[in-house]
């Protein structure tokens, strides 16, 4: 399958370089000093907090992860052979974004010792940490769709990071405003709001509604990818 052989291209160059490792590594570090710093000053064997400090980082980690998978291309030529070979668009973007999401699915698994020390030492309620982990690996592939999209849209790398991290940070934003409007106003913007569907989660609670979201936001980014690249191809 050639969008198989994009992906193990796409993750072997990950964990060549020194990229995965410190992302990673930074990301089980924050979530690790807040989870400690939560656990021992409240004596809760809760996750909620951890979940919410993770997607938040990661906001910032994301566009550094996903900057590189289509400018990259871009700026060596690359994409243009790309482009020109049997593969097709589809293959080459689903490759780039599973490879990726396999890096931040990585962190979440390293992560599991978190619920593993409090299943050790206390008796947690293991409702919400699974809701919550279904809704922290959501909004990460959503950050990732987000990302990859960013970074088709210029051969500049940071450049792309910018552009990703500015898409996420006005979604952010939204989630605030959540708070200023009131009535129609208030529940539209709860509705397109990736931040307050990611609380239901936290909250131990697992809707359809907010999977579907979640995934029609995947799907929106990864498919405007596609065009975008795909509009290239024939410029």
């Known amino acids: 399958m050639k969008m198989l052989t994009i992906y193990k291209r796409?993750?072997?160059s990950y964990f060549l370089s020194p990229l995965a490792y410190v992302l990673v590594g930074f990301l089980l570090l924050i979530s690790?000093?807040?989870f400690a710093t939560f656990v021992l000053s409240t004596q809760y064997a809760l996750m909620s907090p951890v979940f919410g400090n993770m997607v938040f980082v990661f906001m910032?980690?994301?566009?550094?992860?996903?900057?590189?998978?289509?400018?990259?291309?871009?700026?060596?030529g690359t994409d243009q052979l790309l482009m020109t070979s049997p593969l097709r668009i589809t293959d080459m973007v689903l490759g780039k974004y599973f490879a990726a999401l396999t890096v931040y699915t990585l962190s979440l698994?390293?992560?599991?010792?978190?619920?593993?020390?409090?299943?050790?030492?206390?008796?947690?309620?293991?409702?919400?940490?699974?809701?919550?982990?279904?809704?922290?690996?959501?909004?990460?592939?959503a950050f990732i769709a987000i990302g990859i999209f960013a970074s088709s849209l210029t051969e500049n790398q940071l450049i792309a990071g910018v552009i990703g991290f500015s898409i996420l940070l006005l979604f952010w934003i939204v989630s605030w405003l959540g708070d200023v409007f009131q009535g129609t106003a208030k529940n539209i913007v709860d509705n397109i709001s990736l931040l307050q569907r990611f609380t239901n989660f936290q909250n131990g609670v697992l809707s359809l509604n907010d999977v579907v979201f979640y995934l029609s936001v995947i799907i929106f980014f990864v498919f405007v990818t596609i065009m975008v690249v795909d509009k290239r191809r024939w410029s």
Request: charged share 15%.
């Open 10 to 12: 796409e993750l072997k």
């Open 32 to 34: 690790g000093y807040f």
């Open 60 to 76: 910032f980690v994301s566009p550094i992860l996903t900057m590189r998978l289509i400018s990259e291309e871009m700026k060596n």
């Open 109 to 141: 698994v390293v992560s599991l010792i978190y619920p593993l020390y409090l299943k050790i030492y206390s008796t947690p309620d293991f409702g919400p940490i699974l809701t919550g982990y279904i809704g922290t690996f959501l909004m990460g592939a």
